[in-house]
């Protein structure tokens, strides 16, 4: 088979404290060299899969390489995918699953002493003044199409087309609001005399820092794995078995792989038990000794602190609660 080429994110999507892909591709069973957090490589060798080659993008860059047939799947958010298909005015990329970590909200903020609650007040208090209304963007895209759909904007401007300026390139009709790309570090525009802008923020500490509130959401996104128009027959079954192997192992994050021992008298107690309060996938494995058992189960995190309770009050000893690396159902 063609080898299916692999765009792994730059950035946030692979820091120790928000995303880290590389740890995920470990855990799902791949052997990596040169994904390293803060020591990646153009070219990344993914040592035990020779069928997959992988190169390093950008995640606002990896849309249109996947558009354009340059890799065939990435790993990126869900923002960057919109903002590159309204561009374009269509769906060529195709979700194959969420990967459930790098969340984020794409936000419209202004100053926090400004006195708005929401875009729409921003355009009618805005209406006659002279100078343009600059709002600074890495999402033109969204922007705009977030702006024009607001009922403020509609009032005043109609069906006009803000300005967008990405360097020295102009699209759009209404001058009045101009929307301007910017590379990353976009709240501090504000502080250089933008009237707004639009970024993405986990928690929305690092806005408040730097004295803006959120007015709006424009969509909330987190990073899966997309196939672009060059994904296809023995290729997407390729991209689908790496999903697969990929979701296992974030799934695996939200279980702990429980073992203990029970006296065999209490054997059967501990297992209804378990089995009725859905604290074990399907049923607990017992391996049953001369006067004891070892009972594992696997448990979602979140019930681990009352099944511990429990299986205490029927006599466990011994109980170890090890981490799980993949979980595929």
Same mark, same amino acid.
């Given at each position: 088979?063609?080898?299916?080429?692999?765009?792994?994110?730059?950035? !946030?999507?692979?820091?120790?404290? +928000?995303?880290?892909?590389?740890?995920?591709?470990?855990?799902?069973?791949?052997?990596?060299?040169?994904?390293?957090?803060?020591?990646?490589?153009?070219?990344?060798?993914?040592?035990? #899969?020779?069928?997959?080659?992988?190169?390093?993008?950008?995640?606002?860059?990896?849309?249109?390489?996947?558009?354009?047939?340059?890799?065939?799947?990435?790993?990126?958010?869900? #923002?960057?995918?919109?903002?590159?298909?309204?561009?374009?005015?269509?769906? !060529?990329?195709?979700?194959?699953? /969420?990967?459930?970590?790098?969340?984020?909200?794409?936000?419209?903020?202004?100053?926090?002493?400004?006195?708005?609650?929401?875009?729409?007040?921003?355009? +009618? /208090?805005?209406?006659?003044?002279?100078?343009?209304?600059? $709002?600074?963007?890495?999402?033109?895209?969204?922007?705009?199409?977030?702006?024009?759909?607001?009922?403020?904007?509609?009032?005043?401007?109609?069906?006009?087309?803000?300005?967008?300026?990405?360097?020295?390139?102009?699209?759009?009709?209404?001058?009045?609001?101009?929307?301007?790309?910017? /590379?990353?570090?976009?709240?501090? *525009?504000?502080?250089?005399?933008?009237?707004?802008?639009?970024?993405?923020?986990?928690?929305?500490?690092?806005?408040?820092?730097?004295?803006?509130?959120?007015?709006?959401?424009?969509?909330?996104?987190?990073?899966?794995?997309?196939?672009?128009?060059? $994904?296809?027959?023995?290729?997407? #079954?390729?991209?689908?078995?790496?999903?697969?192997?990929?979701?296992?192992?974030?799934?695996? +994050?939200? *279980?702990?792989?429980?073992?203990?021992?029970?006296?065999?008298?209490?054997?059967?107690?501990?297992?209804?038990?378990?089995?009725?309060?859905?604290?074990?996938? #399907?049923?607990?494995?017992?391996?049953?000794? !001369? /006067?004891?058992?070892?009972?594992?189960?696997?448990?979602?995190?979140?019930?681990?602190?009352?099944?511990?309770?429990?299986?205490?009050?029927?006599?466990?000893?011994?109980?170890?609660?090890?981490?799980?690396?993949?979980?595929?159902?």
């Amino acid at each position: 088979m063609e080898k299916i080429v692999l765009g792994l994110p730059k950035g !946030s999507l692979n820091n120790v404290n +928000r995303g880290n892909t590389h740890k995920l591709l470990v855990d799902a069973g791949y052997e990596v060299k040169g994904y390293e957090p803060g020591n990646e490589a153009y070219e990344i060798n993914v040592l035990n #899969d020779p069928e997959i080659k992988a190169y390093l993008t950008r995640p606002q860059s990896a849309p249109v390489e996947l558009n354009r047939k340059m890799v065939d799947i990435a790993i990126i958010g869900e #923002d960057w995918v919109k903002e590159e298909s309204i561009a374009n005015d269509e769906e !060529s990329i195709k979700k194959l699953g /969420d990967l459930d970590y790098g969340q984020t909200r794409l936000v419209v903020a202004v100053p926090s002493s400004d006195p708005y609650q929401n875009l729409t007040d921003f355009f +009618r /208090d805005n209406q006659d003044r002279e100078s343009p209304i600059l $709002c600074f963007t890495e999402y033109p895209n969204l922007t705009r199409q977030h702006i024009m759909a607001n009922k403020g904007y509609q009032e005043i401007y109609l069906d006009s087309i803000p300005l967008v300026q990405i360097r020295g390139l102009v699209n759009g009709d209404n001058e009045q609001v101009q929307i301007i790309n910017s /590379d990353g570090a976009t709240e501090v *525009y504000i502080a250089k005399g933008a009237d707004l802008i639009v970024d993405n923020t986990q928690t929305g500490s690092s806005l408040k820092k730097a004295g803006l509130k959120i007015l709006e959401t424009i969509m909330e996104s987190s990073a899966g794995l997309y196939a672009g128009p060059s $994904c296809t027959g023995d290729k997407m #079954d390729k991209a689908e078995m790496i999903y697969d192997q990929l979701f296992g192992a974030v799934k695996a +994050r939200k *279980y702990f792989d429980i073992k203990f021992n029970i006296s065999n008298e209490n054997v059967e107690e501990v297992k209804k038990f378990l089995v009725e309060g859905k604290y074990c996938s #399907d049923e607990p494995t017992i391996s049953q000794g !001369s /006067d004891y058992s070892q009972v594992n189960v696997l448990i979602p995190k979140n019930k681990f602190p009352e099944m511990l309770q429990g299986i205490k009050g029927y006599g466990a000893s011994a109980v170890i609660r090890g981490n799980v690396k993949q979980y595929v159902k």
